[in-house]
């Protein structure tokens, strides 16, 4: 069987970090005797400029019919005030594929603590995962343009809360048992609803977790006073997308940071959380971690081969611990050296 992969390099230096992903992924994939078929397709900035449309038609027809969808990324001034803006694009391609929980790992290598901008004694033994809300809330509700006032609503359904939640439930299953919910319940209509739900959810299904409540703004402050001490957190697509990027930076750069947003049967999205960085496109400076960690999700989520998916995560970490990474955490590789050294790394 080959399993086909939707592959949008995107803007800025989504093409220099995808090629990256790709090339480990395929070397991951050959030795696992996995055949995989890779799509390219315009999408984001790119795509505006060839087409007008951020995400084209024949784009969507191939990331729906594909087992998977890798993206670079997507973004940059170029487009800021045009009529068409690459992130609508983002939004359009989650909610056709229903993908509405967004994990987002946050691990500190060990040795590697000196990296993070929190002190080493806080930032070690950092394993945490986001799961955020990704279709729902503010950035999918009603809005009304203005120079003079403007407005945007937030709204969730319980459905859409327990869905999400179940998600967290599940992964901190096989993780360590844990699950710190954030909302806004002392002064949102939204938050109240969330904790009732996850609340309710957590009492009829999931006893042996241990579930704690924290307002998003703690919950600011405890992600650089004490990041270690959580394990899953699930919140709001708002919060969510806030959080995850402040806790991207504790393991040392936003550049080593993954993310898969998954829906409720297979395939998925996965993309590095790290912007389109236009200031260092096309220059083979940018941190492919990341995105070979998106390799090594979709490896495991979308194709079940969890034993590639291992392999990709321990070559990302001998590479680093050798200190073969890229100049933002501390190294000379530019980014197709990385992945050149990851690929070596995962036939040794």
């Given amino acids: 069987m080959t ?36 799509v390219e397709c315009d999408f984001g900035g790119i795509a505006i400029d060839r087409t007008g449309d951020p995400f084209p038609a024949e784009t969507r027809r191939a990331c729906l019919e594909a087992d998977a969808v890798f993206l670079g990324a997507v973004g940059g001034p170029k487009w800021d005030r045009g009529p068409a803006r690459p992130e609508a694009g983002l939004l359009k391609l989650r909610k056709e594929l229903g993908v509405f929980a967004n994990l987002r790992p946050v691990k500190m290598t060990p040795g590697l603590e000196h990296l993070s901008p929190l002190k080493n004694d806080i930032a070690k033994g950092t394993d945490l995962l986001i799961v955020r ?48 919910s954030v909302d806004k319940a002392n002064v949102l209509a939204t938050g109240r609803l969330w904790r009732a739900a996850v609340s309710e959810l957590h009492a009829a299904e999931y006893p042996d977790i241990a579930l704690e409540h924290v307002l998003v703004d703690a919950m600011a402050m405890k992600l650089v006073q004490a990041p270690a001490r959580f394990d899953v957190i699930v919140t709001e697509n708002m919060f969510g997308d806030i959080l995850s990027d402040e806790a991207s930076v504790i393991a040392g750069s936003i550049g080593l940071a993954p993310s898969a947003s998954l829906g409720a049967s297979g395939g998925g999205l996965y993309e590095p959380i790290h912007g389109s960085a236009p200031d260092i496109a096309g220059q083979n400076k940018a941190n492919p971690a990341g995105a070979i960690l998106c390799a090594a999700m979709l490896m495991r989520h979308a194709l079940k081969a969890e034993n590639a998916a291992d392999a990709i995560e321990t070559a990302v970490e001998r590479a680093i611990a050798a200190g073969e990474g890229t100049a933002d955490i501390g190294g000379s590789q530019s980014c197709s050296g990385f992945a050149d050294t990851v690929c070596k790394a995962l036939e040794a």
């Fill in 3 to 38: 399993f086909t992969i939707a592959y949008l390099p995107g803007d800025g230096v989504g093409p220099e970090v995808g090629a990256a992903a790709r090339a480990v992924m395929e070397r991951a994939a050959a030795l696992s005797g996995i055949s995989l078929s890779f």
């Fill in 133 to 180: 809300e990704l279709i729902g809330g503010v950035y999918f509700g009603d809005r009304e343009e203005g120079v003079r006032a403007a407005r945007d609503s937030c709204a969730y359904t319980r459905e859409e809360v327990e869905r999400v939640a179940r998600v967290a439930f599940e992964a901190a299953r096989s993780r360590r048992g844990k699950v710190a």
